[in-house]
């Protein structure tokens, strides 16, 4: 059993511990599978966006030096409809109808929109010399490039069309589609494993003997990790046995875990069983000057760091929210916890030389106030709670009207 | 072919058109599976929380009254452990080690923590009169109830856990837990097909032919109805066919869809097979007073509303931004769009009459400016920006340094 440390101190070292994570292993998943993961690579768009030279309206494909003396009546020299296939390039001196998106025909410089058009009876147009096509009356010129959107104007072929390290959003996604990209390479999210180790736990659900609890922990840690973006490849329960909580340890191992988060076995109780195993094994047992949570520990387990918290539920949450949440939420891309300064709704006192971070939620005029009790058992009250009041270790006291930092949950 | 409308009308008909989707069917769902999902019913708890008087600390369970006189000596009558069973009543004028979480024997009221305690050795017990048992030095007195959880003082049995409407985090699982419950009660999430339409549209990653493009809209709708919340129950794409497009809405009902969102068909162009198939039907299909997006229709199909918006995949994305996810989003329990007033770092021209959209960033000093043009196939363009920038229907052009309303993507 090692002396007390501060929560600083103990973040930084478990940061430390879980940085040799940062260095993904990636894996190709497909556009449909891959909202919310991370790229790890520049993605190329092996085509250009647009693919080919095309309308950005419904109206008919000219030339603008044919149309610069508008209104001038021009011959319909036929239809591009999308997906048209190859077409012919424009006579000069015609016009060709053109759908949104379809190819504007070689020879064609500029798209006059069908409202800037009037039909042509065929009668009138014959008068025009060209009975049997049809034509049209363009009432307005237009420039050069009107309403063309030229091959590559949105990306170049080649180009990057997402960054590397870029959660990935519908608008992403889309990018990557229209590119005619199927799969993308992504980060491997987080493989942790949460074991909860006391026995008088048991399955949520079994009816309870003397003495028996059901396991929050187990839910809580899986679900928490799941909220930070990592996948939980194992989970397990232990009573207080050594060699079952080796075997979950391995077990752990075997299924690819790259980080165990435990609950309970670490305080100075007689049975303590994350302790009895991991302390030979060179493990940090000791205590972090803050509540809840004060006994924590950290160990390494066939080269897989393993993060030890206590077994009440409150201060595993807080802990697993404290600790390891920070470095999962950076490396799956999401945003960290809010914080907020807010003024005290009452007032609170504290224990000098611990980081107290109470529950607590906020007024309708805007300030916060604690929810319930310190007692890290109080599992309810924090499922009530919206954030934590952080009390500063020097503060014995603090009076209504006091601003704190608060960390939402 | 109707007219034109406004943004807030049009947004205002969808919502309406959603609300019958606010009353959401419900399922039950494993703990596991229920991050993130939304209880449809308050959740009561079967148990009191905790379940049984416990320990908060490891130590010696004693009456308050025999050690109001400390520091004494107690005969120390054993030990309860968590998950002990029953156990016997505390002798009166003795001391029962305890640790933390165990059930605290009848006829103790109060914890004394086992840093105020000193071993006593066995021959110091003798002269105290209890050779065979043992015996502890009680260092301080504690008052009745000191470090003793009562059973339910979290939370007494049959009051509610959890309320309803309440987006399901980790720390609400584990309160759910620790009550015994396996599953929740939850609303089912929206179950909406996405159809493209369009027949220059291919899968993504097939060759393409003359006048193709991949369908970068099937992906970005369904991702983006799943980052808004909902289950995609059913995707297809179809050519500009009336038959095959009815066969998708058809396919959709029977999947169970709730809401189809189309993409292409409704402009003014020669083959708009949405509009050819609904418009008999009774849909609305008209004009709505933004750029981009302008062209945009609703109808019903079998009972089942059906949001359809223009093909240009910068168009139907916003289109789904604005008008589909906010409802998607109220009814996931998940936080609107953030939207900030922002200054303009350049000028931006608009175009009366219309709301306009413009992509924009950030500055590295908190301006907004905006990314490529106004183009609505600028797919690439608009995964590489993080906001919209809002210029109303009434301004012609604003100068940099104007505030604008930002919504963030």
Same mark, same amino acid.
Request: charge should be negative; aromatic fraction near 2%; hydrophobic fraction near 50%.
């Given at each position: =059993? %090692?002396?007390?440390?501060?929560?600083?101190?103990?973040?930084?070292?478990?940061?430390?511990?879980? #940085?040799? !994570?940062?260095?993904?292993?990636?894996?190709?998943?497909? !556009?449909?599978?891959?909202?919310?993961?991370?790229?790890?690579?520049?993605?190329?768009?092996?085509?250009?966006?647009?693919?080919?030279?095309? #309308?950005?309206?419904?109206?008919?494909?000219?030339? %603008?030096?044919?149309?610069?003396?508008?209104?001038?009546?021009?011959?319909?020299?036929?239809?591009?409809?999308?997906?048209?296939?190859?077409?012919?390039?424009?006579?000069?001196?015609?016009?060709?109808?053109?759908?949104?998106?379809?190819?504007?025909?070689?020879?064609?410089?500029? $798209?006059?929109?069908?409202?800037?058009?009037?039909?042509?009876?065929?009668?009138?147009?014959?008068?025009?010399?060209?009975?049997?096509?049809?034509?049209?009356?363009?009432?307005?010129?237009?420039?050069?490039?009107?309403?063309?959107?030229?091959?590559?104007?949105?990306?170049?072929?080649?180009?990057?069309? !997402?960054?590397?390290?870029?959660?990935?959003?519908?608008?992403?996604?889309?990018?990557?589609?229209?590119?005619?990209?199927?799969?993308?390479?992504?980060?491997?999210?987080?493989?942790?494993?949460?074991?909860?180790?006391?026995?008088?736990?048991?399955?949520?659900?079994?009816?309870?003997?003397?003495?028996?609890?059901?396991?929050?922990?187990?839910?809580?840690?899986?679900?928490?990790?799941?909220?930070?973006?990592?996948?939980?490849?194992?989970?397990?329960?232990?009573?207080?046995?050594?060699?079952?909580?080796?075997?979950?340890? &391995?077990?752990?191992?075997?299924?690819?875990?790259?980080?165990?988060?435990?609950?309970?076995? $670490?305080? =100075?109780?007689?049975?303590?069983?994350?302790?009895?195993?991991?302390?030979?094994?060179?493990?940090?047992?000791?205590?972090?000057? =803050?509540?809840?949570?004060?006994?924590?520990?950290?160990?390494?387990?066939?080269? =897989?760091?393993?993060?030890?918290?206590?077994?009440?539920?409150?201060?595993?949450?807080? @802990?697993?929210?404290?600790?390891?949440?920070?470095?999962?939420?950076?490396?799956?891309?999401?945003? @960290?916890?809010?914080?907020?300064?807010?003024?005290?709704?009452?007032?609170?006192? @504290?224990?000098?030389?611990?980081?107290?971070?109470?529950?607590?939620?906020?007024?309708? &005029?805007?300030?916060?106030?604690?929810?319930?009790?310190?007692? #890290?058992?109080?599992?309810?009250?924090?499922?009530? @709670?919206?954030?934590?009041?952080?009390?500063?270790?020097?503060?014995?006291?603090?009076?209504?009207?006091? $601003?704190?930092?608060?960390?939402?949950?």
């Amino acid at each position: =059993m %090692a002396g007390r440390i501060s929560v600083d101190e103990h973040a930084a070292f478990i940061r430390s511990l879980l #940085s040799g !994570l940062g260095a993904r292993p990636t894996e190709r998943v497909a !556009l449909a599978d891959a909202l919310g993961r991370i790229t790890a690579s520049p993605v190329e768009s092996p085509i250009p966006l647009p693919p080919f030279r095309n #309308s950005q309206m419904d109206g008919f494909a000219v030339r %603008a030096a044919d149309v610069a003396d508008a209104p001038v009546t021009l011959p319909v020299d036929g239809e591009v409809a999308a997906a048209a296939g190859t077409t012919a390039p424009l006579v000069p001196g015609t016009a060709v109808r053109i759908m949104t998106g379809a190819a504007v025909p070689d020879g064609a410089d500029a $798209i006059v929109p069908v409202e800037d058009t009037e039909p042509v009876e065929r009668t009138e147009a014959a008068d025009e010399g060209d009975p049997g096509v049809g034509a049209v009356r363009i009432l307005h010129a237009r420039a050069a490039g009107a309403f063309v959107r030229e091959a590559g104007s949105d990306l170049a072929a080649g180009a990057d069309v !997402l960054p590397p390290g870029l959660r990935l959003a519908s608008r992403h996604l889309a990018a990557a589609a229209a590119s005619g990209l199927t799969e993308l390479l992504v980060r491997e999210r987080v493989r942790v494993a949460v074991v909860s180790t006391g026995s008088e736990l048991v399955e949520p659900g079994t009816p309870l003997g003397p003495g028996e609890i059901p396991d929050a922990n187990g839910v809580a840690l899986a679900s928490a990790a799941r909220a930070a973006g990592a996948l939980v490849v194992h989970s397990g329960r232990v009573r207080d046995d050594v060699e079952r909580l080796r075997a979950e340890l &391995d077990a752990a191992v075997d299924a690819g875990a790259e980080l165990v988060v435990t609950s309970g076995g $670490i305080s =100075m109780g007689a049975y303590e069983v994350v302790r009895e195993l991991l302390e030979p094994l060179g493990a940090w047992v000791g205590s972090v000057a =803050m509540q809840p949570g004060g006994p924590q520990a950290t160990a390494g387990y066939r080269g =897989m760091p393993v993060i030890c918290f206590p077994g009440n539920p409150v201060s595993a949450q807080l @802990s697993f929210e404290l600790f390891v949440a920070p470095a999962l939420r950076a490396m799956a891309g999401l945003p @960290s916890a809010r914080t907020e300064r807010l003024a005290l709704a009452e007032d609170v006192r @504290s224990v000098v030389g611990k980081r107290q971070f109470l529950r607590g939620r906020r007024t309708a &005029d805007g300030l916060v106030v604690p929810v319930g009790g310190a007692g #890290s058992h109080l599992v309810a009250t924090l499922a009530a @709670s919206e954030l934590l009041i952080v009390v500063p270790e020097d503060v014995e006291a603090l009076d209504a009207g006091a $601003i704190v930092d608060t960390v939402f949950l």
